[in-house]
């Protein structure tokens, strides 16, 4: 089936640095949504990415969706301690989740 | 946004024993609920499509008579463990759908089932 691989699978930063998870598909994606997870939580809704090229901005959060629409990215820029959690892309549908990217932040 | 409730949130049974796991939207209808499945530190795995007034989909892989989905209502969806083993010990959480719009799921708390 189609799946979605995300990387890196774990990234620790120091706080006020940036942060970047990568979501790949080998398969054009219709759509990618990307969820975050406290630890010990659920996943919380971010943002849904569906035009080619498409940039979206939330706050610090910078999500974009590849030109060929068969990759994504999330980027934080000068990361805070509240943005600790796993982070994952989602081909909606039956929402396949990619493996998630766990960032943990050093106060 | 839309809420999602989850009950219980946690459960301790012994092996052999069956529990079930309810799912309600608690604002909104939901005419199909999805049920996942996480281990530690790794992905959500969809277990399953629960559909109001029709089969559960399953997923390949997934045993239906082990896990039991029943979705008698537009606002409530029920995973049963049946015979549960220390190997099903995991975080189940479901969630739903409220209307097309942004496709946005919002999930319940989850469960943590511990299999003694």
């Known amino acids: 089936g189609q799946q979605v691989m995300q990387i890196p699978q774990y990234q620790h930063v120091q706080e006020g640095e940036d942060f970047t998870t990568y979501c790949n598909s080998s398969?054009?994606?219709?759509?990618i949504q990307w969820y975050k997870q406290r630890p010990g939580g659920h996943p919380v809704f971010l943002i849904q990415?569906?035009?080619?090229?498409e940039v979206k901005k939330q706050k610090r959060l910078t999500f974009q969706f590849g030109e060929a629409k068969k990759n994504s990215s999330l980027h934080i820029t000068a990361t805070q301690t509240t943005d600790v959690g796993t982070y994952f892309c989602?081909?909606?549908?039956?929402?396949?989740f990619g493996q998630g990217t766990e960032l943990s932040v050093k106060p | 946004g839309a809420v999602v409730s989850q009950h219980p949130s946690w459960v301790i049974c012994k092996s052999g024993t069956s529990v079930k796991i309810e799912c309600r939207s608690l604002?909104?209808?939901?005419?199909?609920m999805f049920w996942y499945r996480q281990f530690p530190k790794q992905s959500l795995m969809l277990m399953a499509t629960?559909?109001?007034?029709?089969?559960?989909?399953?997923e390949q892989g997934v045993e239906k008579d082990k896990f039991l989905i029943n979705h008698a209502s537009l606002t409530l969806s029920t995973l049963t463990v049946t015979s549960a083993h220390p190997e099903d010990s995991s975080f189940y959480i479901c969630?739903?759908?409220?209307?097309?719009?942004?496709?946005?799921?919002?999930f319940g708390e989850g469960s943590r089932l511990t299999v003694l």
């Open positions: 969630s739903a759908r409220a209307g097309e719009g942004t496709g946005e799921l919002f």
């Open positions: 398969t054009t994606l219709s759509n």
């Open positions: 990415l569906v035009k080619s090229g």
């Open positions: 989602a081909k909606r549908g039956k929402l396949i």
């Open positions: 604002d909104f209808q939901a005419t199909t």
């Open positions: 629960s559909n109001e007034g029709s089969k559960a989909t399953y």
